[in-house]
């Protein structure tokens, strides 16, 4: 059974979806004493079967398998459609918008099949928490599982719902913040606030998420009470990322762009570098998060087929300009010599 005990350095290398979770990546934190974790929201149970497995072989460290709880989404009238796809083609002329079809996202009962079979010892959800037939299945099997929260609330949901950890998800963090509801009233509590106001009400461990670069941060974050931090950013310029070359060298330009929040790609907030197309869609309407992200999937692709960076999400957090290129063995080592000394 999944223990933070267990780990060398308390470490979660964040879940990041849409292909920056490889399995070399995944695999070389576990080999080096954190848990790594593969971000599968938007994957078919088929990648996610052979991501696994190939992580499986190359680690005997612990894996996380990681989900979106996603909303149930309707197609909004035509005449919202028309507008939203009118401001997408005035960037990208080009392309001839498809209209999304349902169902807009994944299914997680699907998505969860090869999970059950190769049981990777932490399964993890952001957005919500996961039908109780989920839980109940993970505790059977005894896989552990771990639920973002972005306030006590949440947090307070969480414990109620039987999960094992709270990942604590500050205002810095990068990528999809993860309140349960899309337009609920957000606190944007730093990760240290928001991790005080959890390690003192909750019984189960809290990880913090959010701005944690170094093991500085990490021996921080511990002292506060934290039982291990999640860390995305920090990951995103290692060899073994996924990460676009394009999104690499805005991450390490010496002069770098600000990260803000945007609902521009997928309707719901995330955190990024500022681009063209987050400045495009400032203050303008979406459509419903995920249909959002499925219309704007096709600008998104022939970015990355052309190494266009200003029309990729290019999510990172608010201190992402301290990412270093080391691989994962070598950044893992340092952030371990800097926690201990
Ligand atoms: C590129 C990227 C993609 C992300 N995708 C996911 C995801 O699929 N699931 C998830 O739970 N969190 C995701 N996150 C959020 C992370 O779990 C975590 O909250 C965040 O990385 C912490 O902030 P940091 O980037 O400053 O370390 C993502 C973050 C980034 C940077």
């Known amino acids: 059974m999944f223990s933070f005990a267990n780990l060398s350095i308390p470490l979660i290398q964040a879940p990041m979806a849409g292909g920056i979770t490889t399995p070399a990546l995944v695999s070389e934190v576990s080999n080096a004493g954190g848990l790594g974790s593969f971000g599968f929201a938007y994957s078919s149970p088929e990648t996610i079967g052979h991501d696994l497995k190939l992580a499986q072989s190359l680690t005997q460290g612990p894996i996380n398998a990681n989900f979106f709880i996603f909303p149930s989404a309707e ?8 507008q939203v796809i009118e401001l997408l083609q005035e960037l990208t002329p080009d392309i001839d918008f498809v209209v999304p079809k349902p169902p807009f996202c994944p299914d997680l009962e699907t998505q969860l099949e090869p999970v059950w079979q190769l049981q990777p010892a932490v399964l993890s959800f952001h957005f919500g928490i996961p039908p109780e037939w989920v839980m109940q299945r993970a505790r ?8 973002t929260a972005t306030s006590l609330e949440e947090a307070l949901k969480i414990e109620q719902a039987g999960a094992s950890f709270i990942v604590a998800q500050g205002i810095e963090a ?3 913040r993860g309140t349960f509801e899309i337009d609920s009233p957000d606190e944007r509590l730093s990760t240290f606030d928001l991790l005080h106001q959890l390690v003192k009400r909750c019984t189960i461990p809290v990880v913090a998420a ?9 021996r921080k974050a511990l002292d506060l ?5 999640q860390m995305g950013s920090a990951f995103l310029c290692c060899p ?7 999104y690499k ?14 609902k521009g790609f997928s309707g719901r907030w995330a955190r990024g570098i500022e681009n063209t197309f987050t400045r495009h869609m400032d203050a303008k309407s979406t459509l419903p998060f995920p249909i959002q992200n499925t219309l704007t999937g096709q600008l998104r692709q022939a970015a990355a087929r052309s190494h266009n960076a200003e029309h990729q999400s290019l999510w990172a957090g608010s201190a992402f ?4 290129t080391l691989t994962v063995g070598e950044l893992m080592k340092a952030l371990q010599i800097e926690f201990v000394s």
């Open 225 to 229: 009470g934290a039982s291990a931090v």
């Open 140 to 147: 059977a099997l005894s896989i552990t599982i771990g639920i």
């Open 321 to 324: 300009y301290k990412a270093r």
């Open 249 to 262: 060298a805005l991450l390490l330009d010496e002069n770098p762009r600000p990260s803000i929040f945007t």
């Open 174 to 176: 990068g990528g999809h």
């Open 210 to 218: 959010g701005g944690i670069m170094n093991g500085r941060d990490i």
């Open 75 to 82: 197609l909004p009238d035509s005449k919202t459609i028309g």
């Open 240 to 246: 073994e990322s996924g990460a676009s070359s394009e």
